[in-house]
């Protein structure tokens, strides 16, 4: 029999890093949507394949349309493979967040762009192929067709509206995932095996460098019995012991964070799992019932030690108050905690960074992060240095000392770098030396001082 879908997830790992890899949720939602209306689906993975043999799948498995994941990193792998899909197959489709951006970046290598979320729109897609609606795919909502499909113009034929109702789709396919490989990949670099899952869709708010237009800003969530039937998949059928939450706002409502965990204590489940947070929105009944429910690590956005930078600049809408309140929160409740920070964001000074520096290591984190601004296009911090970026390089790595700078900023990188290294130093000797740290005061100082002179 035919594949009539193949979906394809086109990020290679490079084998040396020991980041996170998740079997990508987005193209699983589409697999087991389309599935259930009668359609032959595959997934192709290319997480832990070389580009030959995901090149070789391609073609062998000849379906009859093909679906190419794309965001920032993958923009030119995603083109590139659909130069072999197109070869033999009859459509050939981008979607994900970059071709939900920018479909025009994508309609010379692909013949359609799905704009948002795929489920129902590659299904009306399939429905469409043998011409059951007429014109062909032209009453499909959300789509893009690329020229040569449509009597030599672009068209867009209108938005589709968001899935309201979360509940009625069906579980990420999971099945059609190797478990083996992705388990393997984290029991031996973490010595436990994780996954990742979503509760929600969606997110009312508007911080400066977050993009997001996938889902755009209404917040959507699944009933805790749904996402707690979920988790019990993934912990008894598919063994994972620990999951990851991906959404982009996992707590937006109290009452329903607090029903879930009381629905994940009912069912006694027994899997450890963690999540983002904002800090505005946690507390120390919500912590609890956290942690009750299995909750080991909430990693929080708390992005600046400066209320000015945090609102004027980053249009973040907390304060450092927040910030350490609920980090407070979470420890007393014996959650971990991890936090995110940007440093050097345009408009910084010297002084608002060292505040940073001072907050992310002195406030008790188990978990750190740490990044120079990165302007992803689509948000308010790209239009603000648009007319400076230098490159648009976003497939080499971004983290530790391979960190740039990718549009020409106020500040050196040896700067930002030297802050970021600075923060992660005195962040971990904190931790060691605990009440001895202060006998370290001196250096910090002297490395304060020093940091204000650079440039
Ligand atoms: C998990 C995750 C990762 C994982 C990898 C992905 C994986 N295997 O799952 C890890 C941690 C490795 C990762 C890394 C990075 N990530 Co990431 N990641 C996410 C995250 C948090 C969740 C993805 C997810 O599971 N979503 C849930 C599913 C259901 O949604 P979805 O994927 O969007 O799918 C829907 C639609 O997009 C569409 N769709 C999806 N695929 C397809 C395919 C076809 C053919 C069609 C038609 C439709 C379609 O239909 C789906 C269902 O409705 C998202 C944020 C988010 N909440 O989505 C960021 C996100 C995708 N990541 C992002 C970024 C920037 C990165 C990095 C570049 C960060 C960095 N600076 O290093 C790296 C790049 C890694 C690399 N080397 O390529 C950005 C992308 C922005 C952009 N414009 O491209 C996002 C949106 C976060 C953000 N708001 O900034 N990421
Ligand atoms: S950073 Fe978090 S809270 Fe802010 S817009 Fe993005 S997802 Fe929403």
Not at 102 to 129: H, K, N, R
Not at 240 to 258: G, M, N, P, Q, T
Not at 282 to 305: H, N, P, Q, T, W
């Amino acid at each position: 029999m035919t594949t009539d879908l193949l979906l394809v997830f086109p990020y290679f790992y490079d084998g040396r890093s020991k980041h996170w890899q998740f079997p990508p949720l987005g193209i699983a939602y589409i697999a087991s949507y389309v599935r259930e209306r009668g359609y032959k689906v595959r997934i192709l993975d290319c997480t832990f394949l070389d580009r030959k043999e995901a090149e070789e799948r391609i073609r062998r498995e000849r379906a009859r349309v093909v679906g190419i994941y794309s965001m920032l990193s993958m923009v030119r792998t995603a083109k590139e493979l659909a130069a072999h899909a197109r070869e033999v197959s009859e459509l050939v489709v981008a979607g994900g967040p970059m071709p939900s951006a920018y479909p025009s970046m994508f309609l010379g290598a692909f013949d359609a762009v799905v704009q948002g979320e795929g489920e129902i729109t590659v299904a009306e897609l399939l429905d469409a192929m043998d011409g059951r609606s007429e014109p062909k795919f032209g009453r499909v909502k959300g789509v893009w067709l690329a020229s040569h499909l449509n009597g030599g113009k672009i068209e867009h034929t209108g938005p589709r509206p968001l899935v309201r109702d979360l509940d009625s789709l069906p579980f990420p396919a999971r099945d059609l995932y190797d478990h083996q490989l992705y388990q393997s990949y984290y029991r031996n670099n973490f010595g436990y095996a994780m996954t990742s899952m979503i509760a929600s869709r969606g997110c009312p708010f508007s911080c400066d460098f977050c993009w997001r237009p996938d889902y755009g800003m209404i917040y959507r969530y699944r009933s805790p019995e749904k996402i707690a039937e979920e988790m019990e998949e993934i912990r008894y059928r598919w063994g994972y012991e620990r999951i990851w939450f991906a959404d982009e706002l996992f707590i937006a409502s109290k009452k329903h964070v607090l029903k879930l965990c009381d629905e994940i204590v009912k069912r006694g489940i027994d899997v450890k799992w963690e999540c983002l947070s904002r800090v505005d929105l946690f507390d120390a009944e919500i912590a609890r019932a956290m942690k009750r429910a299995g909750c080991y690590k909430v990693i929080f956005g708390l992005e600046s030690g400066d209320d000015y930078v945090l609102n004027a600049l980053m249009k973040k809408r907390i304060t450092v108050a927040q910030s350490k309140a609920a980090v407070a929160a979470a420890k007393r409740a014996g959650i971990k905690v991890g936090a995110f920070f940007i440093l050097g964001y345009p408009g910084e000074t010297s002084e608002t960074m060292l505040k940073t520096i001072k907050l992310a290591s002195s406030l008790p984190l188990d978990y750190f992060s740490i990044t120079i601004p990165y302007p992803l296009p689509g948000t308010g911090l790209y239009e603000r240095v648009k007319d400076r970026m230098e490159t648009f390089e976003w497939e080499k790595p971004m983290h530790g000392w391979d960190h740039r700078l990718l549009f020409r900023h106020d500040f050196s990188l040896e700067k930002l770098r030297y802050g970021m290294w600075k923060a992660r130093l005195q962040w971990k000797l904190r931790r060691k030396l605990r009440p001895l740290y202060i006998l370290l005061k001196p250096y910090e100082l002297y490395t304060d001082w020093r940091f204000k002179r650079m440039v």
